[in-house]
C-alpha cells in the first residue's frame, strides 16, 4: 500500500461505474457519513465471498446507523453484477477493469500470477474520506468482523456526532434554543433528502424481514 495512505490521510476520491454501469464518486456515495470500503480480490475467491456474506448480515445496521458500504473489485460489469448477486448484497459494488486503484495505491497481490487482484484491504473512513483504520486482509482473519466494525464505528459517532451523548444539560439547552445544527441529521440535509434515506432505511427493513 502507498505511504500516503495512513489514519488520518484523505483517502483518494475515485470515480467508478457501480452494477448498474453508473460512474459514482466514493465522496457521493458517502456523502456525509462515515464509510466501509473494501478494496476486495473479487468474485472468484471464497473469502472474499465469506466476507461479504458476513457483510451482508452487517448492512441493516450501517443503514440505520447512517453508514455508507462500498465494494470496489477489478471486474468487469458482467462480472461485478454476478458478485454482488452471488452473495445478495444490497449495497453499492463498483467495477475497477483498468485496475486504476490497483495501480495507483500499489496493491498488485503479485503472488496471484492468474487473477492479478487487489491486496484485499477494509477502510474505515470518517466524513469527508479521512481514514479513521485499514485492514490488511490477505489473511483471511486480517479482516475485520462486524464487531470490530461496529466498535469502530462507535468511535467515530462519538466523536462526529454532537449528539452522541444526548443526555447532557448543554445538549438540552442546545434543543431548547433551537440550535438544530448540533442535531444530526436535522440540519445536515433537506428534509425531502432526510425523509428519502428514512423511507430507503424501511424499504431495506422490509426486504430483510420478508426474506428470512
Not at 89 to 97: G, I, T, V
Not at 154 to 172: A, F, G, N, Q
Request: aromatic content about 10%.
Amino acid at each position: 500500500m502507498k505511504d500516503t495512505i495512513q489514519p488520518g490521510a484523505t483517502f483518494p476520491d475515485y470515480e467508478l461505474p457501480d452494477h448498474t454501469d453508473t460512474k459514482r464518486k466514493l465522496s457521493d456515495i458517502q456523502g456525509i457519513n462515515p464509510m466501509v470500503l473494501v478494496l476486495s480480490r473479487g468474485g472468484f475467491c471464497p473469502k472474499d465471498r465469506q466476507q461479504m456474506h458476513q457483510l451482508r448480515k452487517f448492512s441493516p445496521q450501517c443503514t440505520v446507523g447512517y453508514t455508507s458500504l462500498v465494494t470496489i473489485a477489478c471486474e468487469d460489469l458482467i462480472g461485478i453484477v454476478e458478485y454482488r448477486q452471488g452473495v445478495g448484497a444490497d449495497w453499492p459494488f463498483l467495477y475497477d477493469e483498468e485496475r486504476i486503484i490497483q495501480k495507483d495505491l500499489d496493491i498488485l497481490e503479485y503472488t496471484d500470477q492468474k487473477h492479478k487482484p487487489m491486496i484485499p484491504y477494509t477502510l474505515v473512513l470518517e466524513p469527508g474520506l479521512k481514514i479513521y483504520k485499514i485492514y490488511n486482509g490477505y489473511y483471511y482473519w486480517g479482516r475485520p468482523s462486524n464487531h470490530e466494525l461496529h466498535m469502530d464505528l462507535r468511535k467515530i459517532s462519538k466523536k462526529i456526532r454532537p449528539d452522541y451523548k444526548l443526555d447532557t444539560p448543554e445538549m438540552r439547552k442546545k434543543w431548547e434554543n433551537d440550535e438544530k445544527e448540533a442535531f444530526f441529521p436535522f440540519e445536515k440535509m433537506d428534509k425531502q433528502e432526510m425523509l428519502a434515506r428514512m423511507d430507503y432505511a424501511m424499504d431495506q427493513l422490509r426486504i430483510r424481514n420478508s426474506t428470512g
